[in-house]
């Protein structure tokens, strides 16, 4: 069992940058690839970026590709998103979840441990 708490979100102007942080409970963590996901008002959730159980592979949707970054901390039991040049488009609850085997994935239904989201609102 994983338990997953964001931290981070905040109100930001645009062209700012916000990093938001996601704990993991549990001494499997680095078993786990990991994910953050985000749903806007009225959309449905979507992938934003994955990072494999050792943090050597990465990948991205192609809406935040050059401006968000992921990374984790397996010492700290912790996966991070740093986004830079924010733009109002997103805003939404930022989720972070967890899939066992260790590689990474952008499919929703691949995901079995997630977090109660933390709101990123970007104003113009």
């Known amino acids: 069992q994983v338990q997953l708490v964001e931290s981070g979100g905040r109100l930001v102007q645009a062209g700012g940058s916000l990093r938001l942080s996601c704990a993991a409970s549990g001494r499997t963590f680095m078993t786990y690839a990991m994910g953050w996901f985000r749903q806007a008002p009225g959309k449905e959730r979507e992938f934003v970026a994955t990072i494999s159980w050792s943090g050597s592979s990465t990948y991205y949707a192609v809406s935040v590709k050059g401006r968000f970054t992921i990374s984790r901390d397996n010492a700290k039991n912790s996966v991070y998103l740093q986004m830079n040049s924010l733009k109002p488009e997103d805003t939404a609850v930022y989720y972070c979840?967890?899939?066992?085997?260790?590689?990474?994935?952008?499919?929703?239904?691949?995901?079995?441990?997630w977090g109660q989201g933390t709101q990123v609102t970007v104003s113009s």
């Open positions: 979840a967890a899939r066992p085997g260790g590689v990474g994935s952008s499919s929703i239904s691949d995901y079995v441990y």
